[in-house]
């Protein structure tokens, strides 16, 4: 069973860019939830997505920040203009169908460590 | 709203020594309680989790946690520690009153476990 996947692992962008981070989740699961973490800090919740609808978005920057899974593909979490404040270490994780109960459960991937310039 | 409160930010102990790692929660509903290790470079992976029954709760590599409710705690413990242990530890509550009954968690800001020879 391959677990969640993310790409590419490390990205580096110039001031005024755009950034693309991929997350393909566990087979068979439908809830994706992305998540930031500064240096000696914890991870703050940024969306919850299942396909094609996004449910929670509490965490997401008003601007710059977008994301997205479609019905077909992985989860794209898009940040517009990056700036240097955006350098951080992005995580992606999914959870099981509520049907299959453990919707509990979060399972990570790798994350994306994003540098800005 | 909940919050997670890990009271250590750093823990060194020797090898072979017993450790725990402390975390306090608020929430005014019932929670989850979780611990997730998170090696150099990598994602989280679930240690442990507690979301009813029996307080004390069992994990992967020997550690276990004690759900306290009089306290609000979840402080997570180890008989004896090994070199390979050392990584950061964060605990993590959630509830089912997020948006279209999401487990979002809330984390601490982490503790990293150093394990000397």
């Known amino acids: 069973n391959a677990g969640v996947m993310q790409n590419p692992r490390h990205l580096v962008r110039r001031r005024g860019q755009e950034a693309r981070l991929r997350c393909s989740p566990v087979k068979g699961h439908s809830h994706v939830y992305w998540y930031r973490q500064l240096p000696e800090e914890g991870l703050k919740f940024m969306v919850y997505?299942?396909?094609?609808?996004?449910?929670?978005e509490s965490g997401m920057p008003k601007e710059r920040f977008s994301a997205e899974f479609p019905k077909e593909g992985p989860s794209i979490l898009r940040i517009q203009q990056v700036v240097r404040g955006d350098s951080a270490a992005y995580f992606c994780a999914s959870s099981p169908p509520s049907d299959r109960g453990q919707r509990d459960t979060q399972y990570f991937g790798p994350g994306t460590r994003l540098t800005v310039l | 709203a909940q919050s997670v409160t890990q009271l250590d930010s750093q823990v060194p102990v020797f090898e072979e020594a017993p450790v725990e790692l402390r975390c306090n929660y608020s929430?005014?509903?019932?929670?989850?309680l979780f611990w997730y290790v998170q090696y150099p470079n990598q994602g989280l992976q679930l240690l442990l989790k507690?979301?009813?029954?029996?307080?004390l709760v069992k994990g992967i590599n020997g550690f276990e946690a004690e759900f306290n409710k009089s306290q609000t705690s979840f402080h997570l413990r180890k008989p004896s520690v090994h070199i390979s242990d050392t990584a950061e530890y964060f605990c993590a509550v959630s509830d089912s009153r997020g948006s279209g009954g999401s487990y979002i968690p809330t984390f601490g800001r982490g503790t990293s476990l150093i394990v000397h020879p």
């Open positions: 507690y979301l009813s029954g029996s307080t």
């Open positions: 997505l299942q396909k094609e609808n996004i449910i929670d």
């Open positions: 929430s005014s509903v019932s929670v989850y």
